[in-house]
């Protein structure tokens, strides 16, 4: 196994184990509707559909990137596509990086051939290797857009991690420039905040994934594959670093009213879908939630889509609404 696929498999396994999740919220709880005991809906009339890149997506939910390049990675990688082929809804690829370098020819667009595909490379990568290699991540799943992930707290952490960040908003900014699909930014778990934000708007980004603090917890992930004394300690500050998801996704929106807001970092079930949209979030992401049943079969990750989309409908009865766009204005306590 080569150091890359050894690390992707120990992501998985890690991933899985609750105590690498976030001990601090990412604040969904806070988040409360008015209950609306005379909805004056019919169940059935309550519709979750979405537009997004211009696809028609059942709910507003994406499969969040998750890994390949290991043992499990293909099997994960076909339980999620061919559930997003089914279920009509997006998947966000993992790091194409491992892929692309050795030259495998990847099958996800094979599983699922009308699903809406976005591709993935490392903000380092990109800066490294220069807009080609995002134009060969998106040949290689004919991705509809491509997602370019910075996480500078996690490469720290990470024995041989990208410490040079120098040059990686120009390479954004070419990228978005050069490349034939839409660009969308987002972190793994630490957030961006609305200064970064508004610096990779100036750079031509139209659509961020907040990726805030809450859901699964990198820092504490890299840290538990380290065994250096001193590098664990070092790391040891900042297993709480990151900014709550809830605050950015408010933060965005009330920054920018026409920017793509994607919300990830600790979405767990329909309802946190059903605030982010009240927050002001154009689609929601998920990655962790969908780690064991991808490990199962695409009918266990067909299951899960099914249960969190029920849950969002039935989060739209109770507060009256419609369709989404309703949704948008359900009155909150406390608002
Ligand atoms: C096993 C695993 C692998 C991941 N690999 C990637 C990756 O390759 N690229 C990326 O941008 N994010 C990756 N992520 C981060 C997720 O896309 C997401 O931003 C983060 O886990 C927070 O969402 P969550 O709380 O729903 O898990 C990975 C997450 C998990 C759980």
Known sequence: MTDISQRKADHINLALDAKHQADQSAGFEQIRFIHNALPELCMDDVDSSTLFLNH?????????????????????????????????????VGSQRAELE????????KWAPNA?????IGATQLQQQGVELAQRAIDSIEANAMVVHLNPLQELVQPNGDRDWRGVLNAIEQCCARVDVPVIVKEVG??????????LMDAGVTWIDVAGRGGTN??????????????QQIASAFLDWG????????GLRAQSGRLGIIASGGVRHGLDIARSVRLGADMTAMAQPFLQPALESSEAVIEKITIFSEQLRWAMFLTGSKNLEQLQSAPLLNA
């Open 116 to 120: 809406l595909l976005l591709g993935n």
């Open 243 to 250: 900014m709550p998801t809830v605050e950015l996704i408010a």
């Open 190 to 199: 630490a957030g961006i905040s609305i200064a970064t934000a508004q610096r």
């Open 56 to 92: 028609h997506c059942s709910a507003p939910l994406i499969i969040g990137a998750m890994t390949g390049g290991c043992e499990h990675g293909e099997t994960i990688n076909r339980h999620l596509a061919e559930a997003a082929e089914h279920c009509t809804i997006p998947m966000a």
């Open 102 to 109: 050795s030259g495998l020819a990847s099958k996800v667009r």
């Open 218 to 231: 990198w820092a504490s992930i890299e840290s538990a594959r380290i065994n250096q004394s001193r590098e």
